[in-house]
C-alpha cells in the first residue's frame, strides 16, 4: 500500500466553483504535511503546509484529521490559474512521501 | 536569487549508454534530494544527502545508479548502464533542515527529461 494515496482526478470544474481535494496516509507517526502543485511539465512548488489545527491562505484552506490520517485541501472560487495538480505530501522520518496528485481543471 | 539548477534539461541516450545528471542546490541549503518521477509511480525519492553525506539511498533502484555531493553546490546521479525503464523526469531539491523530523520547504529544480531509447 502507498504511504499517500490521493484521488488522481480529474476534477474539471467551472470557473468560481469550490472543489476539494482528500488525501490518506499510512504512517501515523507523521509530523508534516503540505500540499505541492505541479503544473504541467514543470516542478513542484510550495503551496501551503497544512497544520494541526487547519490553516488558511487565501482561497485555500488545508485540513488535518490525525485521528483519521486524512488531509483536505479545499479551493474557494477556483480561478482558470488553479488548473493543475496537486500532491499531498507527508513526511516519513527524514523523507518526504509525494502522494501521484489530483489533477485540477478548472474551465471557462 | 537563482533555484535549484539542474543539467541536461533533456537528455536522449541509447541503452547501455552512461547518463550523469547534475544539480546545484540553493546556496545555504544543506539538505539534497534525488527523485524521480513517472506516470506510474509518481514521484519517488532515490536518495538524500544531509552536509554533502547520503543520508538514506533506500530508494536508488539498483546498482546501475548511484549519486555522489562532492561538495555543498554540486551532486550528480549517475546511471550506467542505462535502460528504456529509466525513462522519467529527475528532479533534485534541495531545503534548509527544521531539525530533528521537521520539514521545511523543499526547492525543487526544474527537472531533467531522460528518455533512454
Known amino acids: 500500500r502507498k504511504e499517500v494515496e490521493q484521488d488522481p482526478g480529474p476534477f474539471n470544474v467551472p470557473e468560481g466553483a469550490t472543489v476539494a481535494f482528500n488525501c490518506t496516509y499510512s504512517?501515523?507517526?507523521?509530523?508534516?504535511f503540505f500540499w505541492y502543485r505541479q503544473d504541467c511539465r514543470k516542478e513542484p512548488k510550495l503551496l501551503m503546509s497544512?497544520?494541526?489545527s487547519g490553516n488558511e491562505d487565501g482561497r485555500f484552506t488545508a485540513q488535518l484529521n490525525r485521528a483519521s490520517q486524512y488531509i483536505s485541501l479545499l479551493i474557494r472560487d477556483s480561478k482558470l490559474s488553479d488548473s493543475a495538480t496537486y500532491l499531498c505530501?507527508?513526511?516519513?522520518?527524514?523523507?518526504?512521501?509525494f502522494g501521484k496528485g489530483t489533477s485540477l481543471l478548472v474551465t471557462p | 536569487d537563482a533555484g535549484v539548477i539542474q543539467s541536461p534539461r533533456h537528455e536522449v541516450t541509447e541503452m547501455g549508454q552512461e547518463v550523469t545528471l547534475r544539480c546545484k542546490p540553493i546556496?545555504?541549503?544543506?539538505?539534497l534530494f534525488w527523485y524521480r518521477q513517472t506516470m506510474m509511480r509518481g514521484l519517488e525519492l532515490l536518495i538524500y544527502?544531509?552536509?554533502?553525506?547520503?543520508?538514506?539511498d533506500s530508494g536508488m533502484p539498483e546498482d546501475r545508479f548511484s549519486a555522489k555531493m562532492p561538495n555543498a553546490s554540486f551532486s550528480t546521479l549517475k546511471i550506467q548502464p542505462s535502460e528504456p525503464r529509466d525513462s522519467a523526469v529527475y528532479f533534485c531539491?534541495?531545503?534548509?533542515?527544521?531539525?530533528?523530523?521537521?520539514?521545511?520547504?523543499?526547492?525543487f529544480g526544474p527537472g531533467t527529461r531522460l528518455t533512454v531509447l
Open positions: 531539491a534541495s531545503s534548509f533542515p527544521a531539525g530533528g523530523e521537521a520539514h521545511n520547504e523543499q526547492f
Open positions: 546556496s545555504g541549503h544543506n539538505s
Open positions: 497544512v497544520y494541526s
Open positions: 504512517n501515523s507517526a507523521s509530523q508534516s
Open positions: 505530501v507527508v513526511n516519513s522520518g527524514y523523507a518526504l512521501n
Open positions: 544527502f544531509n552536509n554533502n553525506v547520503p543520508i538514506d
